[in-house]
């Protein structure tokens, strides 16, 4: 299969993850309806897409002729779709959350896309073939930012509660898209496609295990979303680096990153009693984890097969960098939004 033909599986594979997301997180902001829940994650992701399509060709008018243009697109719909759930949660206002969506696709997702898959960052590269930077590291951050300003839950809106079956498909469709996503990205079916296959599921495995591990060590438990957020933590372990990282390096990636993940989502939700913090642990821990990690072990090119420290440097400071830069957006946005909607209540209780 050519460049060509592998477009239209990658980008089914994306709208899989999409699509699978969307169930599996809906608990984590709550709405008026499933019915809504559902409308704003179509409707933010829509922005997040049409935000890449429509700047990035005036921004680069080559980027059109690049296979991956309507992929990295899709990507960009996941991370804006991650991106605003805090703020579904925290206003309950479809509106809102639009704004916030299209702003937020805008100033961070179309230029951290571009910098991922085109320019680099002032002479810096860092490694990232599955666009984890993107809908990682940058969407947690956000999710972070409006957490760290404040969200509340305001009248007339619940946690959505699905039935389990709709999220255990919802689970195997994540898998299945996620690995199809890392294996069809890289525009070739050849010996390293199997690789990144086996990496894929390695990573789960990784991720299961490290997540669960610390769950039990901290609370004496094994709990069934514990298994679930193992395996999301293990697929964006391996995001950035599938085809470029070993079997056991996939599994270390996935232990270290479903156990880092498990702490820090087991401290913040304790101490804010906000589930919304468990998107902060699995993507921006996780995505984060995996990235740094190349520098470290990348098969050839990592510190432990060079002795160089340059490839720790560019991935450390290319998460570093987007984390801060979509975390700070994403609080003047929130802090804007929120000012803005409490200035109109006001308003009208004043009439």
């Given at each position: 299969?050519?460049?060509?033909q ?8 994306l709208?899989?993850v999409l699509?699978s997301?969307a169930v599996?997180y809906?608990?984590f902001?709550p709405a008026?309806?499933t019915?809504f ?16 399509l429509?700047i990035a ?6 980027v059109?002729?690049?296979?991956l243009?309507v992929?990295?697109?899709l990507?960009g ?14 206003s309950?206002?479809l509106i809102?959350t ?6 937020w ?7 951290v ?7 680099g ?5 860092a ?11 940058a969407a947690g ?8 300003i404040g969200v ?15 999220v255990?498909?919802a ?5 299945v898209g996620w690995i199809g996503?890392?294996?069809?990205g890289?525009?070739a ?20 295990t490290?997540w ?6 901290s ?5 069934w ?6 395996v999301?933590?293990g697929l ?6 599938a085809?470029?990282i ?9 232990m270290?990153?479903?156990?880092a ?6 401290r913040w ?6 589930p919304?913090?468990y998107?902060?642990?699995s993507?921006?821990?996780a ?14 090119t990592?510190?432990?097969?060079t ?9 450390l ?16 946005l ?9 200035a109109?209540?006001r ?5």
């Open positions: 299969m050519n460049n060509a592998l477009v239209l599986p990658a980008s089914l594979a709208i899989a699509a997301l599996v809906a608990r902001a008026r309806s019915g829940s559902m409308t704003v994650s179509a409707l933010t992701a829509a922005l997040g897409a049409a935000a890449w429509s060709p005036l921004v680069a008018p080559g059109v002729s690049s296979p243009y992929p990295i697109g990507l719909a996941i991370a804006t779709m991650i991106a605003s759930l805090a703020v579904r949660s925290g309950g206002s809102t639009s704004i916030f969506a299209l702003s696709a805008i100033l961070v997702s179309v230029p896309e571009m910098v991922t898959f085109f320019t960052l002032g002479g810096v590269v490694l990232d073939y599955g666009g984890s930077l993107i809908m990682n590291v951050a956000a999710v972070a930012g409006v957490l760290l509340s839950r305001p009248r007339g809106l619940r946690a959505i509660v699905l039935p389990q079956a709709w255990v498909v689970v195997v469709v994540l898998m996503w890392l294996v069809a890289e525009l079916i050849d010996d390293l496609s199997t690789a990144i296959l086996v990496n894929g599921a390695l990573g789960v495995a990784g991720g299961v490290g669960l591990a610390v769950q039990r060590m609370h004496q438990s094994t709990t979303g514990g298994l679930l957020a193992g999301t933590s964006i372990a391996v995001t950035a680096g085809p470029i070993s079997p056991l390096a996939a599994v270390s990636f996935g270290l990153a479903g156990g993940a498990c702490i820090a989502t087991v939700i304790s101490v804010t009693r906000q919304q913090w998107l902060v642990g993507h921006l821990i995505g984060a984890v995996g990235v740094v990690l190349i520098g470290i072990l990348a098969s050839g990592g510190f432990v097969f002795g160089q420290i340059l490839p720790v440097q560019n991935q400071f290319g998460s570093i960098a987007v984390a801060a830069y979509s975390g700070v957006v994403a609080m003047l929130w802090l804007g939004l929120r000012t803005g909607e409490r109109i209540i308003r009208r209780e004043g009439h």
